[in-house]
């Protein structure tokens, strides 16, 4: 009976431990499974790297570039340069913005003539899916300001007290015979009007302060309902249970060795399906680029720890002041879809082997000398039309494609009707004139092509030799 019982224990413990390794291994999968991390960022000076690029992480410490590492939106209004964004959702999820400093530092303006007559406005992007944006517009937020020199590094975050959005920004004007950066802040239901602009934080004396980043803390952790990280010199921490109300200064980082002004756009993370946050910091001083430092309480500075570079991978372009979105898993599917890692390709002319297709002035044509230019770099993406289709989107005008109008092509932006569909969209069949490359027929007009006629780009019937040459292309990298 014993030796019984002994057997009968030894499968129960059996069974036991396969449930919980089952359960165990359960568990680890749907962690797995969980949605992950979308970071919008600019990557440096010039015109091209103050844009908005994106990159994603499945763990929220490794990250990889989108779009094969291109800009994903390109500001065409104001200083048509644009750093320090920020992502905004709606409480419900049915609104998207991204919001923007207009600053091209490098393109006719420096950094002092930026701070003293730079733009007053933010750039806005606006969507309902994240994947489809709005084309840019201008936000006046500091005219109302007396003396204003700029509008730099906005963030925003809904106050349910208010029931609206407190947008915050840092603008450098004089304030009770000092000028500075200070923080200001508005009421927003929109991102369209805003109320007078208020000051937000005033750093004593003559010390400035431009970036500052506000995340909610869920009940039970510290002591705030609210903890902001702030560069102002150094990255101070301050609590509060109201976003307007009164803020306590908790400490700094310098217990991790980040004293003084080694680091700035602070960029909050929480880690999903647990308390911990990452305060990602831009190591400027040393053109570091971003690095995490991890935290389980976001209000208490002793807990913050400091990782080693081998924890953590920022992907191969360098992440300039950004924000990080905790995706949902329609989300992810949607982002992931939309900006592949794909390798822009060429159009080469089949007749004029030393010509590609390519736009100027939202013309399209073929030109020579092109190969090293951005203007005859395309994505060939799903047809916007739908499968068997091709569209081809400019790498360095995200959001227009090649699209003919009354059988002209131009470089267009998508405005997401059908019409503009059917118009971007081509069936790649193999070369009229050489099976060995391509054509591409009109999806909205079969009997025509995509074509070169006195190196103008058209869409014609195709009915000769000549016709065929001019009709067929390359693709290339």
């Known amino acids: 009976m014993r030796a019984l019982l002994a057997r009968l224990a030894a499968i129960l413990v059996a069974v036991g431990l396969l449930l919980a390794s089952q359960t165990l291994t359960t568990a680890q999968q749907a962690a ?35 779009n094969g590492g291109g800009m994903v939106l390109r500001s065409t209004v104001g200083t048509k340069g644009v750093r320090d964004p920020a992502f905004v959702r709606s409480p419900d999820g049915s609104k998207y913005w991204i919001i923007a400093t207009d600053l091209c530092i490098g393109c006719g303006q420096g950094w002092g003539d930026a701070q003293t007559s730079g ?8 969507s309902t899916d994240l994947v489809t944006w709005s084309q840019p517009r201008l936000l006046n937020v500091a005219d109302p300001i007396s003396g204003a020199g700029d509008a730099w590094a ?16 840092a603008t450098n004007a004089p304030l009770n015979g000092v000028t500075k950066h200070r923080i200001y802040y508005a009421h927003t239901t929109d991102f369209r009007t805003i109320t007078t602009p208020q000051v937000y934080i ?9 970036d500052t980043q506000i995340i909610e803390v869920p009940s039970g952790v510290g002591n705030y309902r609210y903890v902001r990280a702030s560069g102002d010199g150094q990255i101070t921490l301050e609590g509060s249970n109201s976003i307007l109300g009164t803020w306590t200064t908790l400490g700094n980082l310098s217990g991790v060795g980040l004293s003084g002004s080694q680091v700035e756009g602070p960029m909050w993370m929480k880690f999903n399906g647990s308390n911990k946050w990452a305060l990602y910091l831009d190591q400027y001083a040393t053109s570091g680029g971003y690095m995490p430092v991890l935290t389980t309480d976001p209000s ?15 992907g191969g372009t360098k992440k300039r002041h950004g924000w990080i979105m905790n995706l949902t898993a329609a989300e992810e599917s949607r982002v992931l879809a939309r900006w592949p890692n794909t390798t822009p390709n060429r159009l080469q002319s089949f007749n004029f082997q030393d010509r590609y297709v390519r736009h100027t002035n939202f013309d399209v044509r073929i030109d020579q000398n092109v190969s090293t230019s951005e203007d005859s770099q395309f994505r060939m993406r799903t047809g916007l039309a739908g499968t068997g289709t091709v569209s081809f989107e400019s790498v360095n005008f995200p959001g227009y494609f090649l699209r003919h109008s009354a059988f002209d092509f131009q470089l267009v932006y998508n405005d997401g009707t059908a019409g503009f569909a059917a118009d971007a969209s081509f069936r790649q069949v193999a070369g009229l004139a050489d099976a060995t490359w391509s054509s591409f027929q009109s999806y909205n007009y079969p009997d025509r092509y995509i074509r070169h006629y006195a190196y103008e780009l058209k869409l014609d019937p195709i009915t000769t030799a000549t016709g065929r040459s001019d009709a067929t292309f390359r693709v290339t990298s």
């Open 32 to 66: 797995a499974a969980d949605p992950g991390y979308l970071m919008v960022h600019f990557t440096g000076e010039g015109s091209t790297n103050q844009q908005m690029y994106l990159s994603h992480s499945t763990d929220g410490l490794h990250w990889n570039d989108l």
């Open 154 to 169: 906005p963030e925003a975050i809904w106050d349910p007290a208010s029931n609206d959005y407190v947008l915050y920004w």
């Open 300 to 314: 208490n500075p002793a807990a913050y720890q400091k990782q080693a570079s081998t924890s953590y991978n920022m």
């Open 119 to 126: 733009s007053r406005n933010l750039v806005v992007w606006e």
């Open 202 to 210: 005033d750093r004593p004396g003559t010390q400035g302060i431009i």
